[in-house]
């Protein structure tokens, strides 16, 4: 797989081009079969957890106010990109997966490098750069509905919103936004480069083909909770500003 990273980033900076049609079919593909649960996923996650089960106890010592404060460490930090990468790998990834391993088991592959066609510039390359582009995109879009949610559970409370996004604004900062938005598009590099090996070392039929899926589901969530916790302490670890709960 470290192979296989390094060759794909290569072939995606030198030149010929040829993968632009297949760029753009992949990203348009990604995103129509994620948008939906994504969204559907975050907003009921943080309306559920961090949203009306923590809205209680505050109500209780009257710090409703503190919500969204507390919603920087849920929607931004934790929820949005674990459920964006969780989401991207069990839709796209065994996609990808499936595809390239029937490709491999009809012999396909094989059959592009004897004709002198590269199967990484042409068949990696582009579901590598847009899963990483997508995945990056629909953090954003996992944050907005993720506050979202908890917008929704101040109001169910009949609560102001006033101090929600007074302490959302006082505890959020520019850092936590784009670490998010970066990891996540690591996360999509880590989830398409899994795939797209066990797709393409995929054998045994069709059989074979269905354990190179669920591999590779499994291989990249834990890839992806590694890397998590990798990037977040050092992350943390060089910015102290973000250990403190204002």
């Known amino acids: 797989m470290i192979i296989l990273t390094a060759r794909t980033m290569v072939s995606a900076l030198r030149p ?23 969204l559907i996923s975050t907003f009921a996650l943080n309306l559920g ?39 991207v790998g069990g839709v796209a990834g ?7 391993g029937a490709r491999k088991i009809r012999e396909e592959l094989d059959a592009l490098q004897v004709l002198g066609v590269d199967p990484i ?23 907005v509905f993720g506050l979202l949610a908890g917008i929704a559970a101040e109001l169910i409370y ?4 006033g101090g929600f996004f ?9 850092t936590d936004v784009w670490a998010s938005v970066v990891m996540c598009g ?35 969530l834990v890839g992806v909770f590694a890397f998590n916790y990798v990037f977040t302490a050092v992350l943390l670890a060089t910015n102290p500003e973000l250990q403190t709960i204002r």
């Not at 079919?25 to 994620?34: G, I, M, Y």
């Not at 009949?158 to 919103?161: E, T």
């Not at 989830?191 to 899926?213: D, E």
């Open 16 to 38: 010929p081009y040829p993968y632009g049609e297949e760029l753009v079919e992949q990203f348009a593909f990604t995103l129509r079969l994620c948008w939906l649960p994504l």
């Open 186 to 220: 690591i996360f999509g590099a880590i989830i398409a480069v899994v795939c797209c090996f066990k797709g393409m070392t995929a054998s045994g039929g069709a059989a074979g083909v269905g354990r190179a899926v669920n591999q590779a589901v499994v291989i990249s």
């Open 121 to 143: 510039k042409n068949l990696v390359v582009p579901r590598f750069v847009a899963l990483v582009v997508v995945t990056a995109l629909l953090d954003v879009f996992a944050i």
């Open 158 to 161: 009949h609560q102001s919103l």
């Open 49 to 87: 957890a961090p949203g009306l089960q923590a809205a209680g106890p505050l109500q209780v010592f009257g710090a409703l106010d503190r919500l969204g404060g507390f919603f920087v460490l849920t929607a931004i930090r934790w929820i949005g990109p674990i459920v964006t990468a969780v989401v």
């Open 166 to 174: 007074a302490t959302l604004f006082l505890q959020a900062s520019a």
């Open 94 to 100: 065994t996609a990808i997966t499936a595809d390239l």
